[in-house]
C-alpha cells in the first residue's frame, strides 16, 4: 500500500524541489511523518516540536483536518493523501 | 521610509519584501517589520493631517517605500458618538465606527486596499483571494478599478447579496462545495504554484497592515487619544490583533500616551474557537465546524488564534460569544439606538458589548469604541420577518382606522 503525501512550498527547499512524494507501508499519519523526517534531512524540526506538530502546522487526509479526526493516530489507507500546510492563512 | 522586513511571528528569522508568508525555519507567520525610531511626533502628526483623506494618509506605518496610488481607494470613514445606545446599555460613553461607509461597504476595502498596491509593487498581473464574502466584494471591486485580472474564491452557501455584489464587477467567482476553511486550504494549495497574489495567503503580511488604520482613524477622529475599550469581531483574529498593533505603533513614537487598550473580541456561538479556548484558559483553538448566520464570521480554524487570545488575557479584555438570536437583536439594537444598519458581523459585535455591559465588565466612566465592519443590506436575510408592515388602503380613511386599530402603535 502507499500514500501521497503533496509538499508544501515552504518545505521544498529540504525535499529537493520535490512537490509530492510516495511513502509505503505507513499504518497512521504519524508514520507517514516519520518517513518523511528519515527521508529527508532538517524536516522534522521544520514541522515538529516536542514529538509533536508546530502550532502553525495543518496536516490534512483526504481534505479533513487531522485534528476533526484521529490527530497523528489518524490511519491511512493505500491511495490516501496526505496534505501538509501552512496554518497562517486566511481571514 | 520606515518599512525595513518581513519577521517571523515566532522565532525572528528575517525574510525580503515580498509574497511571502510563512517562515521557512518554523512555519510561523510572517509580519511587516518598521524601524520607527525616525519618526517624529510632532512632525508626523503634521503629515498626518495634510494627507489625502484615505488610508494613505498613515503610509509612514504600510509597508511601501513610496506611498502608492490607488484607485477606489479606503478609510476615513464616520466615528459617531453612540449616546441612545449609551444609554440603552447603562454605558457612559459609546462610539461607533462605521466601517460600513467603505466603498464595498466593509473593512475589507483597508486590507485589499493595501495588498493590492503591493501586488502591483510586485509585479502581479492576477489577484485572488479565499473570502467569507466581504473580501470577496472588495477584491473583485478594486482588481475592476486596478484593471488587474481576479478569481475570487467562496463557500457556494454564501448569502445571495453578497454572491452578487461580486460577480458584478466581472471577477471569476468560484464557489466552492465546503466551507470557508476548506476554500481556504483549496486557496493555500493554489497559491504554492500559481504566478498569482493571493491577498490572504501569500500576500497576508501586507494584506494584514491594512486593519491598522481603523486603529489610526479611532486614534485621530478621538482627537489622538485611545480609548479605554475597544470591541471587535472576531474570524481569524487577524483585525483584532492588528487593531491593537495600531494603537501600540503610534505610542511608541508618541502620538499617542498609550497603548492598546482593553480589547474585546466578539464570535458568533455557533462558530467560536477562538472564545472556547478563551474560557477553557487555552493558548490555542481547536477547530470547528460552523454553523451560524454570522457567515462573514465563520471560520472554524483561525489563524491568529493565539495571539488574539494573548492579546484579550494581556489587555484585560475577554472574547466573548453570542447566540444567532442575540445577533438578530444586536443588529436591531444598533439600528434603531444609532441608525446604523449593519450585517450579522456587527450584530455579533453589537450583542457582545451589550452582554459586557450586562456582566458589569465595563465601568460606567470608560470610553468604548464598537467597530462596526460590515453592511446590513449585505445579509438582509437576518432581519427577514423580525418586524410588521402596516398595510392600508390608499385613502385616508384607512390608515386613520389601521392608526385608531393600534396597528402602528409599535412602529
Known amino acids: 500500500m502507499s500514500v501521497t503525501v503533496k509538499i508544501p512550498t515552504q518545505l521544498r527547499s529540504v525535499t529537493g524541489g520535490e512537490s509530492d512524494t510516495e511513502v509505503e507501508d505507513a499504518g497512521t499519519v504519524g508514520d507517514v511523518l516519520d518517513r518523511l523526517y528519515e527521508r529527508y534531512d532538517g524536516l522534522r524540526s521544520r514541522i515538529a516540536e516536542d514529538g509533536d506538530l508546530r502550532r502553525f502546522v495543518n496536516v490534512y487526509v483526504g481534505g479533513e483536518d487531522i485534528r476533526f479526526l484521529d490527530g497523528l493516530e489518524t490511519s491511512v489507507e493505500d491511495g490516501d493523501e496526505v496534505t501538509i500546510l501552512p496554518a497562517v492563512a486566511g481571514g | 521610509m520606515s518599512v525595513v522586513s518581513l519577521s517571523c511571528r515566532e522565532c525572528g528569522e528575517q525574510y525580503a519584501l515580498e509574497a511571502s508568508y510563512v517562515c521557512e525555519v518554523c512555519f510561523g507567520p510572517l509580519e511587516v517589520r518598521y524601524d520607527l525610531s525616525g519618526l517624529d511626533a510632532a512632525e508626523t502628526r503634521r503629515k498626518i493631517q495634510a494627507g489625502p483623506a484615505s488610508i494613505w494618509r498613515y503610509a509612514d506605518f504600510l509597508p511601501f517605500d513610496k506611498p502608492p496610488r490607488s484607485a477606489l481607494g479606503a478609510g476615513m470613514t464616520p466615528l459617531l458618538r453612540a449616546d441612545r445606545l449609551a444609554r440603552e446599555l447603562g454605558l457612559g460613553e459609546v462610539w461607533v465606527k462605521n466601517d460600513a461607509a467603505n466603498p464595498t461597504h466593509s473593512f475589507k476595502d483597508r486590507v485589499v486596499t493595501v495588498a ?150 466578539a464570535q458568533a456561538l455557533g462558530c467560536s474557537p477562538v472564545a472556547q479556548a478563551f474560557e477553557a484558559g487555552h493558548e490555542v483553538c481547536r477547530p470547528v465546524r460552523p454553523k451560524t448566520i454570522a457567515k462573514s464570521l465563520a471560520i472554524g480554524n483561525p489563524a491568529d488564534g493565539p495571539y488574539a487570545l494573548d492579546l484579550a488575557r494581556r489587555s484585560g479584555g475577554s472574547i466573548d460569544s453570542v447566540t444567532d438570536d442575540e445577533i438578530r437583536e444586536g443588529i436591531s439594537l444598533l439600528a434603531r439606538t444609532t441608525g446604523v444598519f449593519t450585517e450579522t458581523a456587527g450584530g455579533v459585535t453589537t450583542a457582545v458589548l451589550r452582554k459586557l455591559a450586562e456582566r458589569g465588565d465595563i465601568d460606567p466612566s470608560e470610553r468604548v469604541v464598537l467597530v462596526i465592519t460590515g453592511e446590513g443590506l449585505k445579509t438582509l436575510d437576518a432581519v427577514r420577518g423580525t418586524f410588521d408592515t402596516t398595510v392600508v388602503e390608499p385613502t385616508v380613511e384607512s390608515f386613520e382606522a389601521a392608526l385608531s386599530q393600534d396597528l402602528l402603535a409599535a412602529a
Not at chain 2, 128 to 135: E, Q
Not at chain 2, 162 to 169: N, P
Not at chain 2, 230 to 243: E, N, W
Open chain 2, 116 to 265: 493590492l498596491a503591493k501586488a502591483q509593487e510586485l509585479g502581479y498581473q492576477v489577484v485572488a483571494c479565499a473570502s467569507t464574502g466581504n473580501l470577496a466584494n472588495s477584491v473583485a471591486a478594486h482588481a475592476a478599478a486596478a484593471g488587474l485580472e481576479s478569481y475570487v474564491f467562496v463557500p457556494s452557501d454564501l448569502e445571495e447579496q453578497k454572491i452578487l455584489a461580486t460577480g458584478v464587477y466581472g471577477t471569476k467567482l468560484v464557489a466552492v462545495q465546503g466551507s470557508y476553511d476548506d476554500v481556504n486550504r483549496l486557496c493555500t494549495e493554489l497559491s504554492s504554484d500559481r504566478d498569482w497574489a493571493f491577498v490572504n495567503v501569500n500576500l497576508r503580511p501586507y494584506y494584514a497592515e491594512g486593519s491598522k488604520t481603523l486603529a489610526f482613524e479611532i486614534a485621530e477622529q478621538l482627537g489622538f487619544e485611545v480609548p479605554d475599550r475597544v470591541v471587535v469581531p472576531v474570524a481569524s483574529g487577524s483585525l483584532f490583533t492588528k487593531i491593537a498593533r495600531g494603537f501600540d505603533e503610534w505610542h511608541q513614537v508618541g502620538l499617542l500616551d498609550r497603548g492598546a487598550p482593553t480589547m474585546n473580541g
